[in-house]
C-alpha cells in the first residue's frame, strides 16, 4: 500500500474528529451505567453503605434474587437443552432438510421478544398465564416463553460451535475409539466456547430484558427496579436493588472473557466429518427437529388467526402508524451509530492490547446493567435545563437509549471477524506509513463489511424490540412500537396486539432476511458436504 502524502494530510486532522467523536459516543454510552452504579454509593454526595446495604438486609431481596435466578436458570435451562441437540444435528450430521433448518434459524432468531410472548398468550389464551396459580408458575411461564424464544440463537452460536473444531482431531480419534467417545472428549470440549458464549448471553438478555416478567407479572430484579423508582422517586433505590444480579453476570462475563482471551483459535480449510446416524436414531433426530419447529411456528400461527380479518389487521396498523413512523426514524440512527462505534470498539481490543483491561470491563458493565436502570441514568444526567433538557425531549435520547442497548452486541459480533484478520495486512500498512483511518477505510472495512453489516441489522432488530430504557425516556407526545405494546398487552392479546406483532414481524424480516442472503454462503459452507 503506497500511502500519497496529500491524501495523509488531509486525513489526519478527520481521523482526530472521527476518532475523537466515537470516543465521546462510547463515554456517552457509559456515563448513565456508572453514574447509576457510583451514585448508590455517593446518593448525597458523599461515600455512604447504607442504600447498597438495603439490597441485602431486607428480607424481600431474598425473595427477588431466588425468582431472578429461578427465570435465568429456567431460560437456560429450556434455550440450551432445545438449542445445542438441535444445533449439533443441523451442522453435524446429515439429517435430511438440515440445511433448511439451518438457514432459518437466522431469522427466527431476530423475532422480538415481545411477539413471541404475545403468540404464547394468544396460542393459550390469555386466562391460562394471568390467572397461573403461583409465583413459581409464573416463573416457569416466563422461562419457557424466553427460553423457547432464544433457541434459534443457541442452535446457530452451538452449531457453528460444532462446525469450527480441528477436524484432524477427530480424525485421528476415530482410528482409536468410536463416534460416542469422539463427540465427548473431542467434539464438545471443543464448541464449548460457543456453549459458554451463549449460555452468557441469554443469562444477560434474560435479565435485563423486562418485556416478558412485565407481561406475565413476575417481579424480579429489573420489575423492582421500577418499583422502587416509582414509590421513592429515587434512581438509586432502584440501582442499589440490581446489584447483586449485576455483581455475578459481570462476574460471569469477565470469567467468559478471561478464558476466550486465552483460549485457541481453531482455522481449518474444511468442517469436521459429519456423524452418520442409525436409521433408528434418524427417525428420532427428524421427530425431534419436527416439534421444535412446531413449538416455534404454531404459535405464530395462532398469532395471525388471532386477528380475525383483514379489516382489523388494517385498523390495528393505523392505530400504531406513529408509534411506526417514530422507529422507523431512530433506529436507523442507532443502528447505524451501533455499527459504526462498535467497529472501532473492537477494532482497539484486537488492535491495541493494551485498550483490553479497560475495553473489556467497560463493555462487560455495558451488558450486564439492566435496560431500567440505563433509563435512569438517561434521566438523571439529561433532564436539565440548557442543551441536555433539549436532547431529553428530543427523539435523540431515544436514539441514544437504543444505542447503549445495542452496543454490546455490537461489539461482541465485530470481535471474531477482526480477530481472524492477518494481522500481517495492518504491519504492512503502518510501515507504509499509513494513518489508523486509512488503515480502518482501506484495509479492516473491506475485509470485515459482512460483519459489519451483520451488527447493523441486528442493532436495527434489537432496537426495535427494546422497552426497558425507551419506557421510561420516550419524550411527551411520542412513543416506540415496543411502549405502545406493554401498554396494550395488560388489556388481553385483542386483535389490536396481535396486529401489532405481525406488523412488526414483517418489519423485522427485511432485515432478517438480509442477513440470511448476506451469511448464505458461509454458513452452508460451515454445513459441510
Not at 435451562?77 to 446429515?94: D, Y
Amino acid at each position: 500500500m503506497t500511502v500519497d502524502p496529500h491524501i495523509s494530510r488531509w486525513q489526519r486532522p478527520i481521523g482526530w474528529v472521527v476518532g475523537s467523536a466515537c470516543g465521546l459516543l462510547i463515554a456517552a454510552c457509559m456515563l448513565p451505567s456508572l453514574v447509576m452504579l457510583v451514585g448508590v454509593f455517593f446518593p448525597e454526595g458523599e461515600l455512604t453503605l447504607s442504600m447498597a446495604a438495603t439490597v441485602f438486609s431486607h428480607p424481600r431481596r431474598l425473595e427477588l434474587l431466588l425468582t431472578t435466578l429461578g427465570v435465568i436458570a429456567g431460560t437456560l435451562i429450556v434455550a440450551l437443552g432445545l438449542g445445542v441437540p438441535a444445533g449439533f444435528l443441523c451442522f453435524r450430521t446429515a439429517i435430511p432438510g438440515r440445511r433448511w433448518l439451518a438457514l432459518a434459524a437466522l431469522p427466527a432468531a431476530t423475532v422480538p421478544l415481545y411477539v413471541t410472548t404475545t403468540a404464547w398468550i394468544t396460542l393459550l389464551g390469555s386466562q391460562f398465564w394471568f390467572t397461573l396459580p403461583t409465583a413459581i408458575a409464573k416463573a416457569v411461564g416466563v422461562s419457557w416463553i424466553q427460553g423457547v424464544a432464544y433457541v434459534p440463537l443457541v442452535m446457530l452460536v452451538s452449531g457453528i460451535a460444532f462446525s469450527i473444531g480441528q477436524a484432524d482431531a477427530e480424525e485421528l480419534a476415530l482410528l482409536e475409539t468410536g463416534r460416542f467417545q469422539v463427540f465427548r472428549h473431542v467434539a464438545l470440549p471443543q464448541a464449548l466456547w460457543g456453549i459458554s458464549a451463549a449460555a452468557v448471553t441469554i443469562s444477560v438478555l434474560a435479565f435485563t430484558d423486562i418485556t416478558v416478567t412485565d407481561t406475565l407479572a413476575v417481579r424480579t430484579y429489573p420489575e423492582e427496579t421500577f418499583v422502587q423508582f416509582e414509590l421513592h422517586a429515587s434512581p438509586w433505590r432502584g440501582t442499589a436493588t440490581s446489584l447483586p444480579i449485576i455483581v455475578l453476570l459481570a462476574g460471569a462475563g469477565w470469567l467468559l472473557w478471561y478464558h476466550l482471551r486465552h483460549h485457541e483459535r481453531w482455522r481449518t480449510s474444511r468442517p469436521p466429518p459429519l456423524y452418520p446416524l442409525p436409521p433408528a436414531m434418524r427417525l428420532l433426530a427428524m421427530a425431534f427437529l419436527g416439534v421444535l419447529v412446531g413449538i416455534f411456528l404454531v404459535p405464530l400461527g395462532s398469532l395471525a388467526a388471532g386477528v380475525g380479518s383483514w379489516s382489523n389487521f388494517a385498523n390495528g396498523v393505523g392505530a400504531v402508524y406513529p408509534e411506526l413512523l417514530f422507529n422507523l426514524q431512530v433506529t436507523p440512527a442507532a443502528a447505524v451509530l451501533a455499527a459504526t462505534v462498535g467497529f472501532i470498539w473492537a477494532n482497539l481490543m484486537v488492535w491495541r492490547p493494551r485498550t483490553r483491561w479497560y475495553l473489556g470491563p467497560m463493555l462487560i458493565l455495558l451488558m450486564a446493567t439492566p435496560a431500567p436502570v440505563v433509563g435512569m441514568g438517561l434521566i438523571h444526567l439529561f433532564n436539565h435545563a440548557g442543551l441536555p433538557g433539549m436532547i431529553y425531549d428530543s427523539s435523540l435520547i431515544v436514539v441514544l437509549a437504543h444505542l447503549i442497548r445495542s452496543l454490546p452486541l455490537a461489539v461482541i459480533i465485530l470481535l471474531p471477524a477482526l480477530q481472524a484478520m492477518p494481522r500481517e495486512w495492518d504491519e504492512a500498512a503502518l510501515l507504509d506509513g499509513a494513518g489508523w483511518l486509512q488503515r480502518l477505510i482501506h484495509i479492516t472495512t473491506p475485509a470485515c463489511w459482512r460483519s459489519v453489516a451483520l451488527a447493523f441489522a441486528l442493532a436495527c432488530i434489537l432496537s426495535l424490540s427494546e422497552v426497558g430504557a425507551s419506557v421510561l425516556v420516550v419524550p411527551p407526545g411520542t412513543t416506540t412500537v415496543t411502549v405502545r405494546f406493554l401498554s396494550l398487552i395488560h388489556w388481553g392479546a385483542y386483535s389490536d396486539v396481535a396486529s401489532l406483532c405481525l406488523l412488526m414481524l414483517a418489519a423485522v424480516a427485511i432485515p432478517a432476511l438480509a442477513l440470511t442472503l448476506l451469511l448464505r454462503r458461509w454458513l452452508l459452507a460451515r454445513l459441510g458436504e
